[in-house]
């Protein structure tokens, strides 16, 4: 160690606190992306199954309320606009087109796609739970414990300074014993000031030590967590991902609506007659990602910190 400034300098400890503070902020930054998007999922299936619902009533002109979640669920009909859940006036033209013959029997059934919906939304809603306990209460855990190392840090540094305020002291009694004549009561504040001087060495050696070793550990406790972090955050990833790719491929009724791109001569229709939507689906669940999948970002930095 060394005196810059009238303060203690510790290269180790410095060091330290720049990998401390590069890991927490990037621990915060990961779990703020992970909180957006959990937000952003839950967000997609809610306006998703809104959508259906008002497909739902304008098409058969039924009343739509669910059933199907528990009171908390952010997806119960409580936490939907009035207006999707109360009942609606039929409308007879849609009704009989969607009501289709066997000439459309590949006419998708919205009540029955909005309830196969809801299924993969409980799935989805599973993985979600599994996220926050497996994935974002690590997080959240190892924020708690740097704060408590915070808190030693910041006790550090006011030790520091009350060691610089004594060591300046010294310095000008030091450099003004030439020139003023020695005396009991000045001699009496210098032994009072090296006194002081040494007990605040000591508080102030005592809690470099201390904070140096809580760095360290939890350096080491973050890396052991993250790591293991890393693999429930890829699992649950992939949980997820499995969900979008379900409902955008596995749905029967959402099949029908289209899963490639149609021939020419199938754009070519009667306007007199319903035609299909035709939805691109393969890159789904990859677009969804780079949207909404904020946590990825923060991924390879906080990695490549650890590994300096």
């Not at 957006?36 to 098409?59: A, G, N, P």
């Not at 540094?157 to 000045?186: I, S």
């Not at 809690?207 to 052991?224: A, I, M, R, T, Y």
């Not at 789904?284 to 780079?290: A, G, L, N, T, Y």
Request: aromatic fraction near 10%; charge should be neutral; include cysteine.
């Amino acid at each position: 160690m060394k005196f810059m400034s009238s303060e203690v300098v510790d290269p180790q400890f410095t060091e330290l606190l720049f990998k401390f503070s590069f890991v927490v902020s990037n621990t915060e930054s990961l779990l703020h992306a992970c909180e957006q998007y959990k937000r952003s999922l839950r967000c997609f299936f809610t306006e998703s199954i809104k959508i259906l619902e008002i497909f739902h009533q304008v098409l058969d002109g039924r009343d739509v309320i669910s059933q199907s979640f528990p009171n908390n669920s952010p997806y119960t009909s409580s936490n939907l606009p009035e207006g999707l859940i109360r009942g609606s006036q039929s409308s007879p033209p849609f009704a009989e087109w969607w009501s289709a013959s066997e000439d459309y029997c590949s006419t998708p059934n919205i009540g029955r796609l909005r309830r196969q919906v809801i299924v993969i939304v409980h799935r989805a809603e599973q993985d979600l739970l599994f996220f926050e306990k497996g994935v974002q209460a690590p997080l959240s855990q190892l924020i708690t414990i740097s704060r408590n190392v915070s808190r030693t840090v910041s006790r550090r540094a006011a030790a520091n300074a009350e060691l610089g305020l004594l060591a300046t002291r010294y310095h000008e009694l030091f450099c003004n014993r030439a020139l003023e004549k020695k005396n009991v009561k000045r001699q009496q504040e210098e032994e009072s000031v090296i006194k002081k001087l040494q007990i605040s060495l000591e508080k102030f050696d005592t809690l470099n030590e201390l904070c140096k070793d809580g760095l360290v550990k939890f350096l080491e406790l973050s890396g052991q967590l993250l790591d293991g972090w890393f693999h429930n955050y890829y699992y649950t990833n992939l949980r997820i991902s499995y969900a979008l790719h379900h409902f955008s491929w596995s749905v029967p009724e959402f099949r029908k609506i289209g899963i490639s791109n149609p021939s020419s001569e199938d754009r070519t229709t009667n306007v007199d007659q319903p035609t299909t939507v035709f939805v691109p689906t393969s890159g789904i669940c990859q677009e969804f990602h780079v949207a909404h999948d904020a946590v990825s970002k923060h991924v390879a930095s906080v990695i490549n910190g650890l590994d300096k």
